[in-house]
Protein backbone atom coordinates (compact mmCIF):
# COMPACT_ATOMS: atom_id res chain seq x y z
CA UNK A 1 0.00 0.00 0.00
CA UNK A 2 1.06 3.19 -0.82
CA UNK A 3 1.48 6.02 1.45
CA UNK A 4 -0.91 8.15 0.25
CA UNK A 5 -3.46 5.14 -0.01
CA UNK A 6 -3.27 4.32 4.06
CA UNK A 7 -3.57 7.90 4.55
CA UNK A 8 -6.63 8.13 2.74
CA UNK A 9 -7.84 5.21 4.63
CA UNK A 10 -7.15 6.20 7.81
CA UNK A 11 -9.09 8.70 6.82
CA UNK A 12 -11.84 7.36 5.78
CA UNK A 13 -11.01 5.26 8.90
CA UNK A 14 -12.30 7.37 11.56
CA UNK A 15 -14.73 9.20 9.20
CA UNK A 16 -16.34 5.07 9.60
CA UNK A 17 -15.11 3.49 12.58
CA UNK A 18 -17.30 0.56 11.88
CA UNK A 19 -15.49 -0.17 8.76
CA UNK A 20 -12.01 0.00 10.65
CA UNK A 21 -13.54 -2.66 13.64
CA UNK A 22 -14.32 -4.86 10.86
CA UNK A 23 -10.77 -4.59 8.84
CA UNK A 24 -9.27 -5.58 12.27
CA UNK A 25 -11.68 -8.83 13.07
CA UNK A 26 -10.57 -9.75 9.19
CA UNK A 27 -7.10 -9.19 10.15
CA UNK A 28 -7.18 -11.31 13.37
CA UNK A 29 -9.19 -14.04 11.61
CA UNK A 30 -6.61 -14.03 8.81
CA UNK A 31 -4.03 -14.21 11.68
CA UNK A 32 -5.95 -16.56 13.62
CA UNK A 33 -6.01 -18.84 10.64
CA UNK A 34 -2.51 -18.64 9.67
CA UNK A 35 -1.22 -19.06 13.21
CA UNK A 36 -3.62 -22.28 13.64
CA UNK A 37 -2.18 -24.13 9.83
CA UNK A 38 1.40 -22.81 11.26
CA UNK A 39 1.31 -24.39 14.27
CA UNK A 40 -0.30 -27.36 13.32
CA UNK A 41 2.36 -27.95 10.73
CA UNK A 42 5.55 -26.92 12.81
CA UNK A 43 4.54 -29.41 15.48
CA UNK A 44 4.39 -32.09 13.35
CA UNK A 45 7.40 -31.25 11.48
CA UNK A 46 9.46 -30.51 15.34
CA UNK A 47 8.10 -33.26 16.38
CA UNK A 48 8.53 -35.64 13.54
CA UNK A 49 11.37 -35.12 11.90
CA UNK A 50 14.15 -36.39 14.97
CA UNK A 51 12.03 -39.55 14.91
CA UNK A 52 12.57 -40.32 11.61
CA UNK A 53 14.99 -43.56 11.44
CA UNK A 54 16.13 -46.16 9.26
CA UNK A 55 14.31 -48.81 10.74
CA UNK A 56 10.67 -47.27 9.89
CA UNK A 57 11.89 -48.20 6.36
CA UNK A 58 12.62 -51.62 6.85
CA UNK A 59 10.74 -54.35 4.35
CA UNK A 60 9.17 -56.02 7.10
CA UNK A 61 7.40 -54.77 9.82
CA UNK A 62 7.79 -56.19 13.55
CA UNK A 63 6.40 -54.96 16.61
CA UNK A 64 9.50 -53.61 17.35
CA UNK A 65 10.58 -51.57 14.31
CA UNK A 66 6.95 -50.79 13.59
CA UNK A 67 8.02 -50.10 10.27
CA UNK A 68 5.87 -47.87 8.03
CA UNK A 69 7.36 -49.36 4.65
CA UNK A 70 4.84 -52.24 4.20
CA UNK A 71 1.81 -49.22 4.87
CA UNK A 72 3.65 -47.29 2.31
CA UNK A 73 3.29 -50.01 0.08
CA UNK A 74 -0.15 -50.95 0.75
CA UNK A 75 -0.88 -47.03 -0.16
CA UNK A 76 0.24 -47.00 -3.24
CA UNK A 77 -1.34 -50.26 -4.52
CA UNK A 78 -4.57 -48.66 -2.70
CA UNK A 79 -4.31 -45.40 -4.52
CA UNK A 80 -3.68 -47.38 -7.94
CA UNK A 81 -6.28 -50.31 -7.59
CA UNK A 82 -8.58 -47.54 -6.32
CA UNK A 83 -8.29 -44.92 -9.26
CA UNK A 84 -8.14 -48.03 -11.55
CA UNK A 85 -11.71 -48.85 -10.53
CA UNK A 86 -13.49 -45.17 -10.19
CA UNK A 87 -11.01 -43.38 -12.69
CA UNK A 88 -12.40 -44.81 -15.77
CA UNK A 89 -16.01 -45.21 -14.52
CA UNK A 90 -15.75 -41.17 -13.50
CA UNK A 91 -14.79 -40.33 -16.18
CA UNK A 92 -16.72 -41.55 -18.67
CA UNK A 93 -19.91 -40.98 -16.74
CA UNK A 94 -19.23 -37.46 -16.53
CA UNK A 95 -18.38 -37.57 -20.24
CA UNK A 96 -21.85 -39.26 -20.37
CA UNK A 97 -23.48 -36.51 -18.89
CA UNK A 98 -21.73 -33.75 -20.62
CA UNK A 99 -21.26 -34.92 -24.32
CA UNK A 100 -24.20 -37.50 -24.60
CA UNK A 101 -27.16 -36.77 -22.77
CA UNK A 102 -29.83 -34.31 -23.82
CA UNK A 103 -30.06 -31.39 -21.63
CA UNK A 104 -32.30 -31.86 -18.56
CA UNK A 105 -33.05 -35.72 -18.84
CA UNK A 106 -34.45 -37.16 -15.61
CA UNK A 107 -31.64 -39.83 -15.42
CA UNK A 108 -28.82 -37.53 -15.54
CA UNK A 109 -30.20 -35.37 -12.87
CA UNK A 110 -31.07 -38.09 -10.92
CA UNK A 111 -26.99 -39.23 -11.25
CA UNK A 112 -26.23 -35.90 -10.65
CA UNK A 113 -27.90 -35.48 -7.28
CA UNK A 114 -26.82 -38.57 -6.23
CA UNK A 115 -23.25 -37.75 -7.16
CA UNK A 116 -23.43 -34.11 -5.43
CA UNK A 117 -25.04 -35.92 -2.46
CA UNK A 118 -22.82 -38.49 -2.06
CA UNK A 119 -19.69 -35.72 -1.92
CA UNK A 120 -21.06 -34.70 1.69
CA UNK A 121 -21.45 -38.00 3.17
CA UNK A 122 -18.75 -38.84 6.09
CA UNK A 123 -16.47 -41.27 5.21
CA UNK A 124 -17.80 -43.59 8.11
CA UNK A 125 -21.01 -44.74 6.49
CA UNK A 126 -19.04 -45.32 2.96
CA UNK A 127 -17.12 -47.51 5.39
CA UNK A 128 -20.00 -48.59 7.18
CA UNK A 129 -21.66 -49.85 3.37
CA UNK A 130 -18.25 -51.38 2.34
CA UNK A 131 -18.22 -53.63 5.51
CA UNK A 132 -22.01 -54.55 4.85
CA UNK A 133 -21.21 -55.14 1.24
CA UNK A 134 -17.86 -56.42 0.21
CA UNK A 135 -16.52 -57.79 3.34
CA UNK A 136 -20.12 -59.70 4.60
CA UNK A 137 -22.55 -60.09 1.60
CA UNK A 138 -19.54 -60.79 -0.61
CA UNK A 139 -17.80 -62.57 1.87
CA UNK A 140 -14.20 -60.70 0.93
CA UNK A 141 -13.30 -60.20 4.30
CA UNK A 142 -10.89 -57.57 5.59
CA UNK A 143 -9.10 -57.07 2.37
CA UNK A 144 -7.28 -54.50 0.50
CA UNK A 145 -10.24 -55.21 -2.17
CA UNK A 146 -13.05 -54.00 -0.49
CA UNK A 147 -10.79 -51.67 0.87
CA UNK A 148 -10.32 -50.11 -2.45
CA UNK A 149 -13.81 -50.73 -3.48
CA UNK A 150 -14.91 -48.30 -0.42
CA UNK A 151 -12.35 -45.85 -1.36
CA UNK A 152 -13.37 -46.12 -5.14
CA UNK A 153 -17.35 -45.04 -4.61
CA UNK A 154 -15.68 -42.31 -2.01
CA UNK A 155 -13.83 -40.67 -5.02
CA UNK A 156 -16.51 -41.22 -7.61
CA UNK A 157 -18.31 -37.59 -7.00
CA UNK A 158 -15.02 -36.15 -6.68
CA UNK A 159 -13.43 -36.89 -9.99
CA UNK A 160 -17.30 -36.95 -11.69
CA UNK A 161 -17.32 -33.38 -10.64
CA UNK A 162 -13.64 -31.75 -11.59
CA UNK A 163 -14.39 -34.10 -14.86
CA UNK A 164 -17.46 -32.60 -15.72
CA UNK A 165 -16.12 -29.05 -14.99
CA UNK A 166 -13.02 -29.76 -16.82
CA UNK A 167 -15.37 -31.05 -19.97
CA UNK A 168 -17.79 -28.05 -19.62
CA UNK A 169 -14.95 -25.48 -19.81
CA UNK A 170 -13.94 -26.92 -23.29
CA UNK A 171 -15.10 -23.87 -25.53
CA UNK A 172 -17.74 -25.30 -27.92
CA UNK A 173 -15.92 -23.75 -30.67
CA UNK A 174 -13.99 -26.71 -30.61
CA UNK A 175 -16.88 -28.91 -31.14
CA UNK A 176 -17.93 -26.82 -33.82
CA UNK A 177 -14.60 -27.17 -35.54
CA UNK A 178 -14.26 -30.65 -35.68
CA UNK A 179 -18.13 -31.06 -36.65
CA UNK A 180 -17.44 -28.73 -39.45
CA UNK A 181 -15.09 -31.10 -40.61
CA UNK A 182 -16.95 -34.06 -41.12
CA UNK A 183 -15.82 -35.54 -37.97
CA UNK A 184 -18.09 -37.32 -35.61
CA UNK A 185 -19.28 -37.73 -32.04
CA UNK A 186 -17.13 -40.17 -31.32
CA UNK A 187 -13.75 -38.52 -32.37
CA UNK A 188 -14.71 -35.25 -31.37
CA UNK A 189 -15.01 -36.22 -28.13
CA UNK A 190 -11.82 -38.08 -28.05
CA UNK A 191 -9.49 -36.40 -29.98
CA UNK A 192 -10.73 -32.68 -29.34
CA UNK A 193 -12.66 -32.53 -26.08
CA UNK A 194 -11.47 -34.81 -23.68
CA UNK A 195 -7.46 -34.29 -24.54
CA UNK A 196 -8.48 -29.96 -24.30
CA UNK A 197 -10.03 -31.32 -20.85
CA UNK A 198 -7.25 -33.30 -19.58
CA UNK A 199 -5.18 -31.21 -17.08
CA UNK A 200 -8.77 -30.04 -15.34
CA UNK A 201 -9.73 -34.23 -15.16
CA UNK A 202 -5.93 -34.62 -13.85
CA UNK A 203 -6.01 -32.49 -11.18
CA UNK A 204 -9.08 -33.88 -10.48
CA UNK A 205 -7.42 -37.31 -10.05
CA UNK A 206 -4.69 -36.11 -7.83
CA UNK A 207 -6.95 -34.84 -5.13
CA UNK A 208 -8.79 -38.52 -5.55
CA UNK A 209 -5.43 -39.69 -4.54
CA UNK A 210 -5.16 -37.16 -1.53
CA UNK A 211 -8.46 -37.98 -0.30
CA UNK A 212 -7.37 -41.88 -0.34
CA UNK A 213 -4.23 -41.37 1.44
CA UNK A 214 -5.72 -39.53 3.75
CA UNK A 215 -8.47 -41.62 4.39
CA UNK A 216 -8.68 -43.76 7.64
CA UNK A 217 -12.55 -44.45 8.58
CA UNK A 218 -14.01 -45.46 5.61
CA UNK A 219 -10.71 -48.10 5.21
CA UNK A 220 -10.31 -49.38 8.97
CA UNK A 221 -13.92 -51.51 8.28
CA UNK A 222 -13.08 -52.75 4.86
CA UNK A 223 -9.36 -53.02 4.67
CA UNK A 224 -8.10 -53.33 8.17
CA UNK A 225 -5.31 -52.73 9.64
CA UNK A 226 -3.02 -55.82 9.23
CA UNK A 227 0.55 -54.23 9.76
CA UNK A 228 2.16 -56.54 7.39
CA UNK A 229 1.63 -56.35 3.66
CA UNK A 230 -0.68 -58.31 2.13
CA UNK A 231 0.59 -60.92 -0.32
CA UNK A 232 -2.94 -60.42 -2.54
CA UNK A 233 -5.98 -58.38 -2.52
CA UNK A 234 -7.85 -60.69 -0.52
CA UNK A 235 -5.82 -60.00 2.50
CA UNK A 236 -5.90 -57.27 5.13
CA UNK A 237 -3.94 -54.27 4.75
CA UNK A 238 -3.22 -50.66 6.20
CA UNK A 239 -2.67 -47.86 4.46
CA UNK A 240 0.13 -44.56 6.35
CA UNK A 241 -3.00 -42.94 7.57
CA UNK A 242 -4.45 -46.23 9.31
CA UNK A 243 -0.87 -46.71 10.35
CA UNK A 244 -0.64 -43.98 12.43
CA UNK A 245 -3.56 -44.06 13.79
CA UNK A 246 -2.98 -47.69 15.34
CA UNK A 247 0.31 -46.24 16.33
CA UNK A 248 -0.74 -43.62 18.39
CA UNK A 249 -3.44 -45.75 19.74
CA UNK A 250 -1.83 -48.21 21.24
CA UNK A 251 -0.19 -45.21 23.15
CA UNK A 252 3.21 -46.91 22.98
CA UNK A 253 4.83 -45.57 19.73
CA UNK A 254 3.15 -41.97 19.90
CA UNK A 255 7.19 -40.96 18.16
CA UNK A 256 6.59 -43.70 15.12
CA UNK A 257 3.31 -42.11 14.89
CA UNK A 258 4.76 -38.26 14.49
CA UNK A 259 7.54 -39.78 11.59
CA UNK A 260 4.67 -41.17 9.80
CA UNK A 261 2.87 -37.96 10.31
CA UNK A 262 5.50 -36.22 8.60
CA UNK A 263 5.65 -38.69 5.49
CA UNK A 264 2.12 -38.09 5.08
CA UNK A 265 2.21 -34.49 5.60
CA UNK A 266 4.89 -34.45 2.93
CA UNK A 267 3.27 -36.42 0.80
CA UNK A 268 -0.42 -34.54 0.78
CA UNK A 269 1.72 -31.34 0.50
CA UNK A 270 3.64 -32.74 -2.83
CA UNK A 271 -0.11 -33.55 -4.49
CA UNK A 272 -1.42 -30.46 -3.51
CA UNK A 273 1.29 -28.63 -5.21
CA UNK A 274 1.14 -30.73 -8.34
CA UNK A 275 -2.61 -30.24 -8.33
CA UNK A 276 -2.37 -26.66 -8.21
CA UNK A 277 0.58 -26.62 -10.86
CA UNK A 278 -1.52 -28.30 -13.23
CA UNK A 279 -5.01 -26.25 -12.49
CA UNK A 280 -2.74 -23.13 -13.41
CA UNK A 281 -1.72 -24.52 -16.82
CA UNK A 282 -4.77 -25.15 -17.75
CA UNK A 283 -5.59 -21.66 -17.19
CA UNK A 284 -2.63 -20.64 -19.34
CA UNK A 285 -4.13 -22.90 -21.80
CA UNK A 286 -7.64 -21.27 -21.97
CA UNK A 287 -6.53 -17.72 -22.29
CA UNK B 1 -23.00 -30.55 -63.45
CA UNK B 2 -25.77 -28.49 -62.69
CA UNK B 3 -25.77 -25.17 -63.08
CA UNK B 4 -25.88 -24.28 -59.69
CA UNK B 5 -23.96 -25.46 -56.59
CA UNK B 6 -25.81 -25.04 -53.96
CA UNK B 7 -29.81 -24.32 -54.41
CA UNK B 8 -31.94 -23.50 -51.47
CA UNK B 9 -35.80 -24.05 -52.20
CA UNK B 10 -38.45 -22.95 -49.38
CA UNK B 11 -36.72 -23.12 -46.75
CA UNK B 12 -38.32 -22.51 -43.89
CA UNK B 13 -36.00 -22.50 -40.48
CA UNK B 14 -37.59 -22.21 -36.86
CA UNK B 15 -35.71 -22.33 -33.46
CA UNK B 16 -38.11 -23.89 -30.87
CA UNK B 17 -41.07 -21.44 -31.50
CA UNK B 18 -38.89 -18.74 -33.06
CA UNK B 19 -38.97 -18.40 -37.32
CA UNK B 20 -35.80 -17.57 -37.77
CA UNK B 21 -36.00 -18.51 -41.59
CA UNK B 22 -39.03 -17.37 -43.66
CA UNK B 23 -39.26 -19.24 -47.47
CA UNK B 24 -35.81 -18.48 -48.36
CA UNK B 25 -34.43 -19.56 -52.13
CA UNK B 26 -31.44 -18.95 -53.35
CA UNK B 27 -29.14 -20.05 -55.83
CA UNK B 28 -24.95 -19.58 -55.47
CA UNK B 29 -23.17 -20.30 -58.97
CA UNK B 30 -19.69 -22.68 -58.43
CA UNK B 31 -16.18 -20.65 -58.31
CA UNK B 32 -18.17 -17.88 -57.49
CA UNK B 33 -18.23 -15.38 -53.90
CA UNK B 34 -21.84 -15.13 -52.65
CA UNK B 35 -21.50 -12.71 -49.64
CA UNK B 36 -24.40 -12.50 -47.12
CA UNK B 37 -25.62 -8.86 -45.95
CA UNK B 38 -27.94 -7.95 -43.35
CA UNK B 39 -28.33 -6.19 -39.91
CA UNK B 40 -27.59 -8.61 -37.11
CA UNK B 41 -30.24 -11.07 -35.96
CA UNK B 42 -31.66 -11.01 -39.28
CA UNK B 43 -30.47 -15.02 -40.29
CA UNK B 44 -27.10 -14.69 -42.15
CA UNK B 45 -25.37 -17.27 -39.89
CA UNK B 46 -28.12 -19.06 -39.71
CA UNK B 47 -28.61 -19.82 -43.29
CA UNK B 48 -24.97 -20.45 -43.84
CA UNK B 49 -25.28 -23.15 -41.19
CA UNK B 50 -28.02 -24.66 -42.71
CA UNK B 51 -25.73 -25.11 -46.01
CA UNK B 52 -23.90 -27.89 -43.83
CA UNK B 53 -26.09 -29.11 -41.33
CA UNK B 54 -24.02 -27.23 -38.47
CA UNK B 55 -27.89 -26.55 -37.17
CA UNK B 56 -28.09 -29.91 -36.40
CA UNK B 57 -26.52 -29.34 -32.99
CA UNK B 58 -28.89 -26.91 -32.20
CA UNK B 59 -31.32 -28.66 -30.30
CA UNK B 60 -35.04 -27.69 -30.89
CA UNK B 61 -33.92 -26.32 -34.73
CA UNK B 62 -36.18 -27.34 -36.87
CA UNK B 63 -36.17 -27.06 -40.67
CA UNK B 64 -38.59 -27.46 -44.02
CA UNK B 65 -37.92 -27.05 -47.56
CA UNK B 66 -34.62 -28.20 -49.25
CA UNK B 67 -30.80 -27.45 -49.57
CA UNK B 68 -29.29 -29.54 -52.36
CA UNK B 69 -25.44 -29.47 -53.16
CA UNK B 70 -24.96 -30.74 -56.98
CA UNK B 71 -28.53 -31.72 -57.42
CA UNK B 72 -28.37 -34.04 -54.12
CA UNK B 73 -30.95 -32.95 -51.18
CA UNK B 74 -28.17 -32.46 -48.13
CA UNK B 75 -31.09 -33.17 -45.56
CA UNK B 76 -32.58 -36.43 -47.02
CA UNK B 77 -30.33 -37.76 -49.67
CA UNK B 78 -26.53 -37.41 -48.29
CA UNK B 79 -24.16 -38.80 -45.38
CA UNK B 80 -23.50 -35.48 -42.72
CA UNK B 81 -19.86 -36.85 -42.80
CA UNK B 82 -19.65 -36.65 -46.77
CA UNK B 83 -21.45 -32.95 -46.91
CA UNK B 84 -19.58 -31.91 -44.37
CA UNK B 85 -16.14 -32.45 -45.84
CA UNK B 86 -17.48 -31.04 -49.21
CA UNK B 87 -18.90 -27.65 -47.59
CA UNK B 88 -16.01 -26.80 -45.29
CA UNK B 89 -16.76 -24.16 -42.45
CA UNK B 90 -14.69 -20.75 -41.28
CA UNK B 91 -16.09 -19.56 -38.08
CA UNK B 92 -16.32 -15.85 -37.03
CA UNK B 93 -13.76 -16.14 -33.79
CA UNK B 94 -10.76 -18.15 -35.24
CA UNK B 95 -10.75 -21.79 -33.59
CA UNK B 96 -7.96 -23.83 -33.73
CA UNK B 97 -7.79 -26.87 -31.65
CA UNK B 98 -5.16 -26.50 -28.53
CA UNK B 99 -2.47 -28.73 -30.40
CA UNK B 100 0.48 -28.32 -32.86
CA UNK B 101 -0.14 -26.29 -36.32
CA UNK B 102 0.79 -29.67 -37.99
CA UNK B 103 -1.92 -31.73 -36.19
CA UNK B 104 -4.68 -28.84 -36.82
CA UNK B 105 -4.61 -29.02 -40.54
CA UNK B 106 -4.23 -32.96 -40.64
CA UNK B 107 -7.30 -33.28 -38.19
CA UNK B 108 -9.42 -33.15 -41.18
CA UNK B 109 -7.43 -35.79 -43.77
CA UNK B 110 -7.12 -38.40 -40.75
CA UNK B 111 -10.64 -37.99 -40.10
CA UNK B 112 -11.64 -39.25 -43.64
CA UNK B 113 -8.71 -41.74 -43.55
CA UNK B 114 -5.42 -40.71 -44.76
CA UNK B 115 -3.06 -42.05 -42.33
CA UNK B 116 0.27 -41.96 -44.37
CA UNK B 117 3.07 -39.53 -42.69
CA UNK B 118 4.10 -38.69 -46.39
CA UNK B 119 0.54 -37.97 -47.77
CA UNK B 120 -0.27 -35.86 -44.42
CA UNK B 121 3.24 -33.76 -44.89
CA UNK B 122 1.96 -32.78 -48.39
CA UNK B 123 -1.57 -32.45 -47.58
CA UNK B 124 -0.64 -30.01 -44.59
CA UNK B 125 1.98 -28.03 -46.87
CA UNK B 126 -0.36 -27.81 -49.87
CA UNK B 127 -3.28 -26.29 -47.84
CA UNK B 128 -0.87 -23.89 -45.67
CA UNK B 129 0.32 -22.50 -48.59
CA UNK B 130 -3.19 -22.09 -50.12
CA UNK B 131 -4.02 -20.15 -47.61
CA UNK B 132 -0.83 -17.65 -47.47
CA UNK B 133 0.48 -18.81 -44.44
CA UNK B 134 3.04 -20.91 -45.39
CA UNK B 135 5.66 -18.86 -44.83
CA UNK B 136 4.87 -17.47 -41.41
CA UNK B 137 4.66 -21.25 -39.60
CA UNK B 138 6.96 -23.41 -41.99
CA UNK B 139 9.31 -23.48 -38.98
CA UNK B 140 7.62 -24.35 -35.94
CA UNK B 141 4.50 -26.78 -37.12
CA UNK B 142 4.89 -28.86 -34.23
CA UNK B 143 4.62 -25.97 -32.50
CA UNK B 144 1.21 -25.09 -30.54
CA UNK B 145 -1.56 -23.30 -32.46
CA UNK B 146 -2.54 -21.25 -30.12
CA UNK B 147 0.52 -19.19 -30.13
CA UNK B 148 -0.20 -17.63 -33.43
CA UNK B 149 -1.90 -14.30 -34.18
CA UNK B 150 -5.31 -14.05 -34.35
CA UNK B 151 -5.34 -13.03 -38.20
CA UNK B 152 -2.90 -16.24 -38.22
CA UNK B 153 -5.28 -18.54 -36.38
CA UNK B 154 -8.11 -17.75 -38.67
CA UNK B 155 -5.89 -18.46 -42.45
CA UNK B 156 -4.47 -21.31 -40.11
CA UNK B 157 -8.36 -22.22 -39.59
CA UNK B 158 -8.89 -21.64 -43.34
CA UNK B 159 -6.03 -23.94 -44.13
CA UNK B 160 -7.79 -26.26 -41.75
CA UNK B 161 -10.72 -26.06 -43.71
CA UNK B 162 -8.86 -26.38 -47.22
CA UNK B 163 -7.22 -29.43 -45.93
CA UNK B 164 -10.09 -32.02 -46.38
CA UNK B 165 -10.72 -30.54 -50.14
CA UNK B 166 -13.93 -29.19 -49.98
CA UNK B 167 -15.69 -28.08 -53.10
CA UNK B 168 -17.62 -24.97 -51.07
CA UNK B 169 -16.62 -22.75 -48.41
CA UNK B 170 -18.84 -21.37 -45.85
CA UNK B 171 -17.40 -18.46 -44.01
CA UNK B 172 -19.26 -16.37 -41.31
CA UNK B 173 -17.65 -12.89 -40.75
CA UNK B 174 -14.14 -14.59 -40.95
CA UNK B 175 -12.19 -11.20 -40.71
CA UNK B 176 -14.51 -9.04 -37.39
CA UNK B 177 -12.85 -10.25 -35.11
CA UNK B 178 -9.12 -9.19 -37.38
CA UNK B 179 -6.91 -6.67 -37.90
CA UNK B 180 -7.21 -4.52 -41.35
CA UNK B 181 -4.23 -5.95 -42.54
CA UNK B 182 -5.53 -9.97 -41.42
CA UNK B 183 -8.51 -8.72 -42.75
CA UNK B 184 -6.65 -7.71 -46.08
CA UNK B 185 -5.12 -11.07 -46.49
CA UNK B 186 -7.90 -12.98 -45.68
CA UNK B 187 -9.59 -11.45 -48.58
CA UNK B 188 -6.74 -11.47 -51.05
CA UNK B 189 -6.70 -15.19 -50.19
CA UNK B 190 -10.29 -15.56 -51.10
CA UNK B 191 -10.00 -13.89 -54.28
CA UNK B 192 -7.04 -16.40 -55.06
CA UNK B 193 -9.08 -19.62 -54.07
CA UNK B 194 -12.21 -18.85 -55.71
CA UNK B 195 -11.40 -20.43 -58.98
CA UNK B 196 -11.16 -23.64 -57.62
CA UNK B 197 -13.76 -23.25 -54.72
CA UNK B 198 -17.18 -21.90 -54.17
CA UNK B 199 -17.62 -19.26 -51.47
CA UNK B 200 -20.46 -18.09 -49.46
CA UNK B 201 -19.12 -15.18 -46.50
CA UNK B 202 -20.86 -13.69 -44.36
CA UNK B 203 -20.32 -10.07 -43.29
CA UNK B 204 -21.08 -6.92 -41.89
CA UNK B 205 -18.58 -5.03 -43.89
CA UNK B 206 -20.11 -3.56 -47.08
CA UNK B 207 -16.75 -2.24 -48.66
CA UNK B 208 -15.90 -5.97 -48.32
CA UNK B 209 -19.00 -7.26 -49.93
CA UNK B 210 -18.08 -5.00 -52.78
CA UNK B 211 -14.57 -5.86 -52.88
CA UNK B 212 -14.76 -9.45 -53.27
CA UNK B 213 -18.11 -10.90 -53.96
CA UNK B 214 -19.50 -11.26 -56.68
CA UNK B 215 -22.87 -11.70 -55.73
CA UNK B 216 -24.79 -10.25 -52.84
CA UNK B 217 -28.20 -11.35 -50.67
CA UNK B 218 -29.15 -8.60 -48.39
CA UNK B 219 -31.33 -10.65 -45.08
CA UNK B 220 -33.55 -8.94 -43.30
CA UNK B 221 -35.44 -10.33 -40.80
CA UNK B 222 -35.16 -14.02 -41.78
CA UNK B 223 -36.59 -13.27 -45.17
CA UNK B 224 -33.91 -12.21 -48.65
CA UNK B 225 -35.12 -9.18 -49.73
CA UNK B 226 -32.46 -8.74 -52.44
CA UNK B 227 -30.17 -11.04 -54.15
CA UNK B 228 -28.39 -10.04 -57.22
CA UNK B 229 -24.87 -9.17 -58.65
CA UNK B 230 -22.59 -7.40 -55.94
CA UNK B 231 -22.47 -4.20 -58.43
CA UNK B 232 -25.84 -4.35 -59.56
CA UNK B 233 -26.74 -4.47 -55.59
CA UNK B 234 -24.72 -1.48 -54.54
CA UNK B 235 -24.93 0.51 -57.47
CA UNK B 236 -29.07 0.27 -58.13
CA UNK B 237 -30.90 -1.78 -55.61
CA UNK B 238 -33.96 -2.55 -56.79
CA UNK B 239 -35.89 -2.88 -53.32
CA UNK B 240 -36.34 0.09 -51.11
CA UNK B 241 -35.35 -1.28 -48.34
CA UNK B 242 -31.67 -2.44 -49.79
CA UNK B 243 -31.46 0.99 -50.52
CA UNK B 244 -32.12 2.35 -47.04
CA UNK B 245 -29.63 -0.44 -45.85
CA UNK B 246 -26.72 0.43 -47.88
CA UNK B 247 -26.98 3.89 -47.69
CA UNK B 248 -27.02 3.49 -43.82
CA UNK B 249 -30.30 5.14 -43.56
CA UNK B 250 -31.58 1.92 -41.95
CA UNK B 251 -33.98 1.86 -39.04
N1 LIG C 1 -29.29 -21.45 -31.22
C1 LIG C 1 -30.29 -20.56 -31.31
N2 LIG C 1 -31.41 -20.73 -30.58
C2 LIG C 1 -32.43 -19.84 -30.67
N3 LIG C 1 -32.43 -18.76 -31.44
C3 LIG C 1 -31.34 -18.53 -32.20
C4 LIG C 1 -30.22 -19.42 -32.17
N4 LIG C 1 -29.28 -18.95 -33.02
C5 LIG C 1 -29.80 -17.82 -33.54
N5 LIG C 1 -31.03 -17.58 -33.07
C6 LIG C 1 -31.92 -16.44 -33.44
O1 LIG C 1 -32.11 -16.47 -34.81
C7 LIG C 1 -32.02 -15.19 -35.38
C8 LIG C 1 -31.00 -15.15 -36.48
O2 LIG C 1 -29.72 -15.39 -35.92
P1 LIG C 1 -28.39 -15.39 -36.78
O3 LIG C 1 -27.30 -15.81 -35.88
O4 LIG C 1 -28.61 -16.18 -38.00
O5 LIG C 1 -28.27 -13.86 -37.13
P2 LIG C 1 -27.14 -13.14 -37.97
O6 LIG C 1 -27.81 -12.54 -39.13
O7 LIG C 1 -26.01 -14.06 -38.23
O8 LIG C 1 -26.71 -12.00 -36.97
P3 LIG C 1 -25.26 -11.43 -36.70
O9 LIG C 1 -24.98 -10.51 -37.80
O10 LIG C 1 -25.40 -10.71 -35.40
O11 LIG C 1 -24.31 -12.57 -36.63
C9 LIG C 1 -31.70 -14.25 -34.24
O12 LIG C 1 -32.87 -13.57 -33.86
C10 LIG C 1 -31.22 -15.13 -33.14
O13 LIG C 1 -31.62 -14.63 -31.90
MG1 LIG D 1 -23.98 -14.22 -37.46
Not at chain 1, 199 to 206: V, Y
Not at chain 2, 78 to 91: A, D, H, Q
Not at chain 2, 208 to 214: G, K
Request: with cysteine; hydrophobic share 45%.
Amino acid sequence: MTMTGFRFDMKTYKKHPLSFLFMLLVWIAAALTAAVFLAVVGYVLIKGIPQLKPSLFAWNYTTDNVSMMPAIITTVEMVAISLLIAGPLGIFCSVYLTEYAKRGNKIVKAVRLTAETLQGIPSIVYGLFGMLCFVTSLKWGYSLLAGCFTVSIMILPLIMRSTEEALKSVPDSYREGSYGLGAGKLRTVFRIVIPSAGNGILAGIILAIGRIIGETAALMYTAGTVAQLPENVFMSGRTLSIHMYQLSREGLHTDDAAATAVILLITVFALNGLAEYIAKKLDKNKL
Amino acid sequence: MPENKISVNGLDLYYSEFHALKNVNIDIAPNEITAFIGPSGCGKSTLLKSLNRMNDLVEGCRITGAVTLDGVDIYKDMEITYLRKNVGMVFQKPNPFPMSIYDNIAYGPRTHGIRRKSDLDDIVEESLKKASIWNEVSDRLKRSALGLSGGQQQRLCIARALAVKPEVILMDEPTSALDPISTMKIEELCCEIKDSYTIVIVTHNMQQATRISDKTAFFLHGEIVEFDETEKLFSTPSDKRTEDYITGRFG
